[in-house]
Structure formats: structure tokens, C-alpha cells
């Protein structure tokens, strides 16, 4: 009995240190896939409120790839600085974000969440399979074998942002206005 | 190798030539473009590939940056193409199909530069950049067989139409060519005409105004002038043929004067037999003579037939008088008594030893002739005569008839058969002595008669009857004034040899030279004359005067000293004398000189003096003072 307790204790351990080194994986590509869409998303100039202005990167909850993207604050995409800014409160983020990353924690606040959001010029990011047809603009998805992203053309039309034919090349899905 | 093949030649290898050369260059050119091609296709190729690429190794997208490379199928030169991200990790990489498979390695260029060769393959680099920063290196390496294949393609292509311009080439200029060549065979077609016909008649045909067509002038000028040439020379040819026939004729005619030369010399040979006979004769009766006083006499007819005989010899042998006795006459007037009287002197003797009768009948005058040939006309006509007369006698008469002087020979010998008179005149032919008599001569001396005569213009005539007598008859124009003054009367002929006609004459002799005093007076006194010798004009005279003008003969030299002459001499004795008393006048003046005396009568001697002539001269003027 014990010797099955002790197995079952291997076998669940070992699992679970697959599953945090799996994780681990998806978090650099989370992270490199936010900085990636900064680098293929272009704002119209009166986003900024400066020629030189930096470009703000919102993570709105909890950030379990936190540290892998907080290696990029501060680079520069074009001639902008990256600003990464997290937060848990919906408040400090409604000051403006030109990206919003929304973690899985506060999809429960969607349905409302972009009622809130009273300016444009955002690209909104989630991960919910949904939340690109639910008026965001991308979402990171994690399908069997890896993690792409889709993107409603029509929202990030209607927030004046321009995406780049590369990065829709490498969409998995694309929505847009019928 | 023909000037046609040489033509050919040049065009061929000209032609190949330059298009080997061009198509050289062509072919490196599209090497060379080949290659530029393939490196700026493959330079934007590259870049498209990395720009495209960018996005997807943003975002770590395996698959969407292979699928990037995989449109890289559609150039197939294109073998491999590799992305490394920046730490050398290979992200993805595209192979071709059709080549060997073989892993991505990374190509160590040189410097900055971002293309490379190596002996296969081409090498391509370009850096994937996201916001200013390389992230990734995508290299391209392509083959470069396919610029090789085209290379060889090209080649061949090049070499077959190579082959195809030089055929085309070939047979254009065979036919082309022919505008050339065929004038240049036509002159050298010619020209072997001309040779092998020997015609300089011939004559190229220009056909064109192009440097052939002054070549074909100038060999057409060229066989104008061996044309006028050859015929200049064929005349001369002929000249100089016509010039050897001449001279072969002059031989020929040269030959003909040696066989009369010989002829002549027999005849000579001839003539002079009878001089010698003469002189056997007269020394058979030296050796029969009585007394001393008759051999004295003998002696001084030997001496005579001796000074004749010399006399012979000098004249026939003298080169002129000889060459005149065969070649040609020299006419001038002859004293027939002369003649006959030095013939008389000789052949009277033969005649008498024959028991036969010499006569001499008629008026003898002066001809128009050769003296010497007319002399051996009658000698020869006369020794025949009494060769051939066994008895009676034979008669050299002389008479005018028809504007003629007949000089005739009348013989009572064996006389002649009619169908053998022509016969008589050949060399070499004797009647009736078919034996060859060296005692009748040997057969020369009638043929030679009739040539003198003929050479003379003188008529030989032959009357003959067998067994009664011949004449011989020589007929003489008369284109000369005859002496009309006297006929001389013919020297009488002694029957007897052996007395002396001019012993006994009394003979006045003057001359101023002593010695040719004295040398004529011992002459003409072995004569048995009575000579009286004067040395001067008026000597002379005295010893007429002593003599009482009775002088038989006066022999005078023209010239006597001091202006005195023997013409003047003779004159003033005759004068005193009151008669002709006959007279020689002996002289070494002109001839021209002695004619002028000749004709005032006097009979004249020239100097050098000889005795058969001084005694023929002295008989002369003695038988002429007779009548």
C-alpha cells in the first residue's frame, strides 16, 4: 500500500514537474508574443501624446510571465520606449494603455470590461478563445501542440490600429467584419 | 594548291575565325550574365525570404518560417537555404529535393561581403533584423551547374551554327569566288596557249575592270611586244637564211673557180709542152751538128726556146695576168703581128721536125682583145693543128670579113667526124688517142680555148671533113679603127730551123746606159747580127754616116740624155738615109706614153727588155720593111 502511495507520489511529482516546465515554455512565448505584437502593430500618431511618446503595455491582472516580459520594458519598437505597466486594479489602467493584456483571472469582468474602457487606440490582448470575438482584438490561444493567436481585423480596424500582414500571416484565425 | 583552293581557304579560315572570336566572347558574355543573373535574382530572392521570415522568427514560428523557405522550390538553382538565429542555432532550414541531402553548416565569407563562390555553388547572406537588430542569419547556396549546362548548351549551339556559317560559307564562296579565279585561269589558260602553241598571236580576254583586268592588260601589251619581237626576229632569221644561201652559192662558186683553177693549170701544163719540145728538138740537131759555128747557131734557138719558155712561165704565172686568164678578160688592143710572130718563131721548128709546112697568110692588124688569152687561143688552135697533121702543112691566116677579124688555122690532118665536133670542146676528151698520148697532151686545151673565147666574146667556128682537113676560126668584132695605114705582111717562116733570119742584119744600137749597150749588143749579136754600138744622138749619127746610111735596123732607146730622143734619131737618119730603114724604139715610159708612139708607127719595145720579145719585135719590123 505504501509502495503504491510512494509511486502514485513519484509519478504525480514527475507530473508535475512537466507541467511547470511546460508552462515555463508557454510563458516566454506569451511574453514574446506581447512584445512581438507591439513590434507589428502600428498606432496612429495622435495615440501618443509625443512624437517620442512611449508606447504603454498594460498587463490587467495576474502575470504568471511577468518576469519574461518585463526584460523588454524599456527597449525600443521603432523609436518608442516599451512601457510594461501591471496591474490589478481596472482603475490604473483607465488612464490609457496603447496594449492590454487581460489574464485569464479577469475574463469573468469581459462582459463589461470593455464598456469600462473608455479609450481607443488599444489593442487588446487575451487569452480566452473567445475574447477576439467578444470585442477584443487578439487572442493567445494554446492549441494541442502549440500557441498562436487570433485576431478580429474589424475591432483593431475600429481602434485605428494597423496590423502588420506578417503578423496576420502568422494568425491562426482572423476575424473581420462581415 | 590552286588559286581556287587558296581563295577558299582564306574565306574559311577568316570566317571561322571570327566567329570562333565572337562566339568566345558571346559565350563568356553570357556567362558572366549568366551568373550576374542568378546573383542579383538571388540577392532579392534573399532578401524577400529574410524580410518575410521576420515575423515568424518573432515569434518562434517553426512552421511558418519553413514555409517560408519552402517557396524557395520554386528556383530550382536554389539547393539549400538555412536560418540560423543569432546564437548559430539552426531555427529552420530548406533542402531541395533533388539533390543530396546534407546539413546546414554556416558559410565563413570574407569580410562584409554577403556573396561567395566556390567551384560549384554560389553563396548568399542576408540578416533577419527586427527593430534595428539582427535576429536572425538566413544563408542561400545555389548551384551554379545550371549556368554550366546553359555554358555547354550555348556551345554546342554556337559551334553547330559555327559549322552551318562555314558550310553556308564554303558553298557561297565556291561560287563566288569564281569572279576572281575565273579571269586569272583564263589569262593562265592563255598563257599556256601561247606557250605550247608558240602563237604570240593569242590574246587574253578581259573581263573586268579590277586590278585582273590590268593584269590581263599589261600580259596582253607584254605579248605585243614578243609578237613584234618574234617577227623582227623571223625576219632576220630569214635574212640571215638568205644570207647563207648566198654564201653557200659563193661557195659553191668557190668550189667551181678550184676546179677551174685546176682546169687551168693543166692547161698551162699544156702550153708549155711545146716550148720544151722545141728545145729537145733543137738540141737533138746541137748533137748531130756539123761544126762549131752550126752549134753556136743550135745554142742560140735553145737559148731562145729557153727566154720563150721563161717568158711563159713570168706571164702565166703572174698572179694578175693569172687570175685574168681564167676569171676575166682585160681587153684592150693586140698587135696580131706579134702574136703570130713569136707563134711562128716557136711552132716553126715543131712543124719542120713534123716534115710539115707552117704558113702564115694575110694582113695583120690590131684587135680588141686580150693579148694573152688571144695568144693561147692561137697557140693552143695552132699546136693541135700540127699535132694532128701528119703531112702537107698547116696555114694561120688573118682577114677581114663582115666587120670581123678571122683569125684562122687551117690544117690537112685527120679532120673531125660531125657527131664527135661537139665532143671536142669537153675537157678531157682526145680523138683518136685512146691510149692518152702524153705526147698529144691530155685533152684540156680546146675546152679551155672555147672558155677563153666565150670569156672573150669572141665566135669560135669548126668546119671539119674526116680525112682532109680542119679550121678553126676565131672571130673578132671590129669595133676598132683598123690600121689601115700598112697591112703588115705575115712573117715568113724558114723552113729550116737552122739558119738564123736575122744573121747578117746590119743593126745600128744606141743607148746612153753602157751597160744595157753593151747587154743588148751581146744579145743580139749571138743573133748573128752586125751590131754597131752608139752611145749618144750624135754618136749615132756619125756612125750612120760612117756606115753610109746603109743600116739594115735601128734599135734606139727613147731617152739618150741631154732632152735628145730616139724618136728624133730615127726621124733625122731616115731623113739623111732617104728610106724607111725599120726601127724598134725601146722605152720605160707610160704606157699611155708608147701607145701615142705606137700609133705614128713606130714599133715599139717596153722596157724591161726580153730577149724572145726584142727578137720577135726585130723579125717583126725586118718582115714588115720587106713589103
Given at each position: 500500500m505504501i509502495k503504491r502511495v510512494l509511486i502514485l507520489l513519484i509519478t504525480l511529482l514527475v507530473a508535475k514537474t512537466g507541467l511547470v516546465y511546460a508552462n515555463q515554455a508557454d510563458n516566454h512565448l506569451r511574453a514574446l508574443f506581447l512584445y512581438n505584437f507591439a513590434n507589428y502593430v502600428e498606432w496612429p500618431d495622435?495615440?501618443?501624446?509625443?512624437?517620442?511618446?512611449q508606447l504603454h503595455m498594460c498587463l490587467f491582472g495576474e502575470i504568471e510571465f511577468l518576469p519574461m516580459i518585463s526584460v523588454y520594458d524599456g527597449t525600443l519598437i521603432g523609436e518608442r520606449q516599451l512601457n510594461v505597466f501591471q496591474t490589478t486594479k481596472l482603475k490604473e489602467i483607465e488612464k490609457g494603455c496603447h496594449i492590454l493584456f487581460v489574464s485569464r483571472d479577469k475574463r469573468?469582468?469581459?462582459?463589461n470590461f470593455f464598456n469600462q474602457i473608455k479609450y481607443t487606440y488599444v489593442l487588446s490582448i487575451g487569452e480566452r478563445k473567445d475574447f477576439s470575438a467578444k470585442g477584443g482584438i487578439v487572442s493567445i490561444v494554446r492549441t494541442s501542440d502549440r500557441v498562436q493567436f487570433d485576431i478580429n481585423l474589424t475591432a483593431a480596424m475600429a481602434n485605428r490600429l494597423t496590423i502588420s500582414s506578417d503578423l496576420l500571416s502568422l494568425a491562426r484565425k482572423i476575424r473581420r467584419l462581415k | 594548291m590552286s588559286i581556287h583552293s587558296k581563295l577558299l581557304w582564306i574565306l574559311l579560315i577568316t570566317l571561322s575565325l571570327t566567329m570562333l572570336i565572337s562566339t568566345a566572347l558571346l559565350i563568356f558574355y553570357d556567362y558572366n550574365q549568366s551568373k550576374q543573373s542568378l546573383e542579383s535574382e538571388l540577392d532579392v530572392l534573399t532578401k524577400v525570404i529574410a524580410d518575410r521570415s521576420r515575423a515568424a522568427v518573432s515569434f518562434k514560428d517553426k512552421r511558418a518560417a519553413s514555409g517560408n523557405l519552402s517557396s524557395l522550390k520554386a528556383k530550382q538553382a536554389i539547393e539549400q537555404a538555412c536560418l540560423f538565429l543569432?546564437?548559430?542555432?539552426?531555427?529552420v532550414s530548406y533542402q531541395n529535393q533533388s539533390t543530396d541531402v546534407k546539413d546546414c553548416e554556416k558559410f565563413q565569407f570574407e569580410g562584409n561581403a554577403v556573396t561567395a563562390y566556390t567551384k560549384d555553388s554560389l553563396f548568399f547572406k542576408q540578416y533577419v533584423f527586427l527593430n534595428k537588430k539582427p535576429i536572425a542569419l538566413l544563408q542561400l547556396e545555389a548551384s551554379l551547374s545550371p549556368i554550366y549546362t546553359r555554358l555547354w548548351r550555348f556551345s554546342s549551339v554556337a559551334l553547330f551554327v559555327l559549322l552551318l556559317s562555314a558550310l553556308v560559307a564554303y558553298l557561297v564562296a565556291l561560287r563566288l569566288q569564281q569572279y576572281i579565279t575565273r579571269p586569272l585561269l583564263s589569262l593562265n589558260k592563255t598563257a599556256a596557249n601561247v606557250t605550247s602553241l608558240?602563237?604570240?598571236s593569242i590574246r587574253a580576254e578581259k573581263t573586268s575592270n579590277d586590278e585582273v583586268g590590268d593584269l590581263v592588260e599589261s600580259f596582253n601589251s607584254m605579248l605585243n611586244t614578243i609578237h613584234s619581237n618574234e617577227i623582227q626576229l623571223r625576219e632576220a632569221m630569214t635574212e640571215l637564211n638568205e644570207k647563207k644561201d648566198v654564201s653557200d652559192a659563193k661557195a659553191l662558186s668557190a668550189e667551181d673557180k678550184h676546179a677551174a683553177l685546176k682546169e687551168f693549170f693543166a692547161g698551162v701544163s699544156h702550153d708549155l709542152k711545146q716550148p720544151i719540145n722545141a728545145m729537145g728538138l733543137f738540141m737533138e740537131a746541137m748533137k748531130r751538128a756539123p761544126n762549131a759555128v752550126t752549134q753556136l747557131e743550135l745554142m742560140d734557138k735553145l737559148e731562145q726556146s729557153l727566154i720563150n719558155l721563161n717568158q711563159m712561165f713570168t706571164d702565166l704565172l703572174d698572179k694578175s695576168k693569172f687570175e685574168q686568164g681564167f676569171q676575166k678578160a682585160i681587153k684592150k688592143e693586140v698587135s696580131l703581128s706579134q702574136i703570130f710572130s713569136v707563134i711562128g718563131s716557136e711552132f716553126g721548128v715543131l712543124a719542120t721536125d713534123k716534115n710539115i709546112r707552117l704558113l702564115m697568110r694575110g694582113h695583120a692588124n690590131t684587135v680588141y682583145s686580150d693579148s694573152l688569152m688571144l695568144e693561147r687561143i692561137i697557140r693552143n688552135l695552132v699546136s693541135n693543128a700540127i699535132r694532128y697533121t701528119e703531112k702537107g702543112g698547116v696555114l694561120l691566116g688573118v682577114r677581114k670579113r663582115k666587120g670581123q677579124t678571122w683569125i684562122e688555122v687551117w690544117d690537112s690532118g685527120q679532120g673531125i667526124a660531125k657527131e664527135k665536133l661537139q665532143d671536142i670542146f669537153q675537157a678531157h676528151v682526145q680523138l683518136d688517142n685512146p691510149n692518152h698520148d702524153p705526147a698529144k697532151g691530155f685533152g684540156l686545151g680546146l675546152s679551155i680555148v672555147n672558155k677563153m673565147i666565150n670569156n672573150l666574146g669572141h665566135e669560135l667556128e669548126v668546119k671539119s671533113e674526116p680525112g682532109k682537113g680542119t679550121l678553126m676560126r676565131v672571130k673578132i668584132k671590129n669595133n676598132l679603127q683598123v690600121n689601115k695605114k700598112k697591112i703588115l705582111p705575115m712573117p715568113q717562116l724558114q723552113t729550116s730551123a737552122l739558119n738564123d733570119p736575122l744573121s747578117g742584119v746590119v743593126t745600128l744600137l744606141v743607148d746612153d746606159d753602157e751597160n744595157v749597150l753593151d747587154a743588148t749588143g751581146i744579145t743580139v749579136q749571138g743573133w748573128g747580127m752586125d751590131v754597131h754600138k752608139a752611145g749618144g744622138f750624135q754618136q749615132a749619127l756619125d756612125m750612120a754616116a760612117s756606115l753610109d746610111?746603109?743600116?739594115?735596123?735601128m734599135l734606139v732607146d727613147y731617152d739618150l740624155g741631154n732632152g735628145d730622143t730616139g724618136k728624133n734619131l730615127v726621124k733625122e737618119i731616115r731623113q739623111k738615109a732617104e728610106k724607111q730603114i725599120p726601127a724598134v724604139i725601146i722605152s720605160g715610159e707610160a704606157p699611155e706614153f708608147l701607145q701615142t708612139l705606137a700609133d705614128e708607127g713606130f714599133n715599139i719595145l717596153r722596157k724591161p727588155i726580153k730577149a724572145a720579145r726584142l727578137r720577135a719585135m726585130i723579125s717583126h719590123s725586118l718582115s714588115a720593111a720587106d713589103h
Open positions: 495622435s495615440a501618443f501624446t509625443r512624437s517620442h511618446g469573468i469582468e469581459l462582459p | 543569432m546564437n548559430d542555432e539552426l531555427f608558240q602563237d604570240y746610111f746603109k743600116i739594115d735596123l
